[in-house]
């Protein structure tokens, strides 16, 4: 159809055009000879009067050009001037008016010069619009002749449903045929499946000698039992020991380095234990795998011991290294409030918290000498709805010794810096703020409000972790008074 179309116009653009000036129609191949030889194309006047003719007036113009009586009426005066007499006056008043008469009618011509332009304007425009109008009337003969197609198409279309429909009516009786030998198919089908029923039965039947053995695993799930009761023995003593330290910072703050010694060395006692009830748990878990689904709830019961082993292993390893980071500082609590805590074995502890959700926690420091006491907490792989995605750290103001003289409820605001290692000017040191509060001194140990984030992308960049090393640097801010 639009081929058609395009056939269409082009022939009609073939067929005639007609001249903006004369109107008169023309081949298109002679419009342009046309054009050049028309007499009512309009030109400008050759000595520049400002006046527009149509070609054929040129000549008649000539003779009547402003510019050419100008000069003439200069010349005369030049020779009047010159053969006038002396003293005549009467040559003399009448002069200017004739110099103003013949300049009102150069600015007649003028403006009858230009109406006759905006007029021969206004002719082009009417045969433009004669022009389109034309082009209008051929183009709805065009559509007409293209609707008349597409309706012979839609017939054509019609028909071919028709054909296409008795078709598919035949097509239906060869598939009902077909159906009739899938049926045959089918009970053939079906002769095949009695026999893998009965091979079933012979498979339950040996299931149920499988389960007969299982039978014999009861005692080992006993014993998993008895070691599920000690390691919640283990938990409580662990609990207590926590609890004792606490009673024992608070009371004695001299004694404190001592008493946080001895508690160390009896996790140490039980840090045995759990690593020998570990060694179990492994063995047995190893043969609790080869049996049926029906041991899977027991698998889930020691993944879930096996993750509070390792936040209890990483509760030890954190006293272990406050431990040494007091040590180092030759004090038990540092007074400052401002810590740098070094974390070793990052790639280690990242996949313990990916596989366990491990909380690690800082040495504990003070905000000021003889001030509230600070630990902070930090999940590497982060936790709730960032989990994977960010590294959140949170700070905790602990029960401690000086409490009483202190002021309640407290907010302490801390800066907290990832420190960049490189030598790199560029690489920058990342610092957020955050509030650490409590509401009384009577309150046990309150968890961490408000969190900072960085993700994991920023952590991974050149300086923050060297040799598998991250500083995390916590600064106490000075409140104004």
């Excluded at 429909?165 to 095949?192: A, P, Y």
């Excluded at 709805?385 to 002021?407: E, F, S």
Aim: with cysteine.
């Amino acid at each position: 159809l639009l081929m058609y179309k395009m056939d269409l116009k082009k022939d009609y653009v073939l067929r005639s055009v007609v001249c903006y000036f004369c109107n008169e129609q023309f081949p298109e191949e002679q419009l342009q000879d046309h054009v050049k030889q028309c007499g009512l194309v309009l030109e400008p006047c050759e000595r520049g009067c400002a006046a527009w003719l149509q070609r054929r007036h040129l000549d008649l113009h000539e003779s009547e050009c402003p510019r050419k009586k100008k000069h003439s009426t200069s010349s005369l005066q030049q020779n009047t001037h010159i053969s006038a007499p002396a003293g005549d006056e009467e040559y003399s008043e009448y002069a200017p008016a004739i110099v103003m008469f013949q300049q009102s009618i150069s600015s007649l011509r003028t403006a009858f010069n230009e109406e006759l332009r905006q007029r021969m304007k206004m002719i082009t425009d009417l045969g433009q619009l004669q022009k389109r109008f034309q082009q209008t009337e051929s183009w709805s003969t065009d559509v007409q002749a293209v609707l008349d197609t597409f309706r012979r198409s839609l017939d054509r279309i019609v028909h071919d449903n028709e054909a296409a429909r008795i078709k598919n009516h035949t097509s239906v009786e060869k598939f009902g045929l077909r159906c009739q030998v899938f049926e045959e198919w089918k009970m053939e089908i079906d002769m095949r499946l009695d026999g893998l029923r009965n091979m079933i039965l012979d498979e339950e039947n040996q299931r149920n000698q499988m389960e007969v053995v299982l039978n014999g695993q009861d005692s080992k799930l006993r014993r998993l039992t008895e070691i599920e009761e000690d390691m919640d023995l283990i938990r409580k003593s662990v609990l207590q020991l926590q609890n004792e330290a606490q009673k024992a910072r608070r009371e004695v703050a001299s004694n404190f380095y001592q008493d946080h010694t001895e508690r160390l060395e009896e996790l140490d006692k039980q840090k045995a234990r759990i690593a020998s009830f570990l060694f179990e748990l492994k063995t047995l878990k190893g043969t609790v795998l080869d049996n049926t689904d029906d041991l899977d709830k027991i698998n889930r019961q020691l993944a879930k011991q096996e993750k509070l082993v390792a936040q209890l292993s990483q509760q030890l390893k954190d006293a272990e290294d406050a431990r040494a980071f007091h040590r180092a500082l030759g004090a038990p609590v540092n007074g400052t409030g401002h810590m740098i805590w070094r974390i070793d074995n990052y790639k280690t502890k990242l996949a313990d918290a990916k596989a366990n959700k491990t909380l690690l926690r800082s040495p504990t420091f003070c905000s000021a000498k003889y001030g509230y006491v600070l630990r902070m907490e930090l999940h590497l792989n982060g936790n709730g709805k960032w989990r994977g995605r960010h590294m959140t750290c949170g700070l905790q103001v602990l029960p401690g010794p000086w409490d009483p003289i202190l002021v309640w409820p407290c907010v302490i605001p801390v800066e907290i810096t990832l420190r960049n290692q490189s030598k790199n000017p560029e690489h920058k040191s990342v610092t957020k703020s955050l509030m650490a509060k409590r509401t009384d001194a009577s309150t046990s140990t309150e968890a961490s409000t408000q969190l900072v984030f960085f993700p994991h992308e920023m952590v991974k960049q050149e300086g923050y972790i060297v040799d598998d090393i991250m500083f995390l640097e916590i600064k106490v801010r000075r409140q104004r008074r």
